[in-house]
């Protein structure tokens, strides 16, 4: 596929990509492989759509899927702090175990609206499984919940991607390859 004229660099191919995900799977299908307790595995609307189907491919117990829905970004590059639960979920996760599937954990503000979201929904335990980590920029240490576990595709320095599910103003989702944008993108 030829490179988007507005990417200046590929972070990580398709074939890169293919790796990361199938190493998290991998972890996941071992810590869950000697429990057979529910669990579910909520996407993260938008950004995850990408990495939540490839990964749910590749994790070989079973589990249930669904999909919650958070706004922070506008069309900016900067959080404005405060996410919004605007689309909850449809499966009940009381007594589940729930994986959080995310496209990127950035300030972490996120993620601590969603684990208190599902905690005082009842699940029992909760894991992240990020694909990408910008450890730097947290604000907010992400707190799991019970035996709850971190799992992260690739840790990546302050800069902001998109591709691979990821956005900037609603563009460039669909690229399979997670990429720098050109400068200019940001300052038109
Ligand atoms: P946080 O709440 O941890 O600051 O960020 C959560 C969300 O912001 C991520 O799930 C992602 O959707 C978006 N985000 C954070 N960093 C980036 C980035 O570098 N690129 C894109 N496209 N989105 C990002
Ligand atoms: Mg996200
Ligand atoms: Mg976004």
Do not use: W
């Amino acid at each position: 596929m030829a490179l988007h004229s507005d990417i200046e660099r590929v972070l990580l191919n398709e074939v890169e990509i293919s790796s990361l995900v199938s190493n998290v799977a991998e972890q996941i299908t071992k810590d869950l492989s000697s429990s057979s307790d529910p669990v579910t595995i909520v996407g993260v609307a938008t950004g995850a759509f990408m990495f939540l189907a490839d990964i749910v491919r590749k994790i070989e117990v079973p589990f249930s899927v669904d999909l919650i829905r958070v706004e922070s970004y506008g069309s900016g590059t900067e959080s404005n702090g405060k996410p919004r639960i605007s689309s909850d979920l449809k499966i009940d996760v009381r007594g589940k175990h729930v994986i959080l599937v995310e496209d990127i954990v950035d300030t972490g503000n996120t993620l601590a609206i969603l684990i208190s979201h599902l905690e005082s929904k009842g699940a029992c335990s909760i894991s992240v499984c990020t694909f990408l980590d910008k450890p730097s920029r947290r604000k907010i240490r992400v707190r799991l919940l019970g035996d709850g576990k971190f799992y992260r595709g690739f840790e990546c320095k302050d800069e902001f991607v998109v591709g691979y599910g990821m956005d900037f103003a609603e563009k460039y989702r669909n690229l399979p390859y997670v990429g720098i944008l050109k400068p200019h993108i940001f300052n038109k």
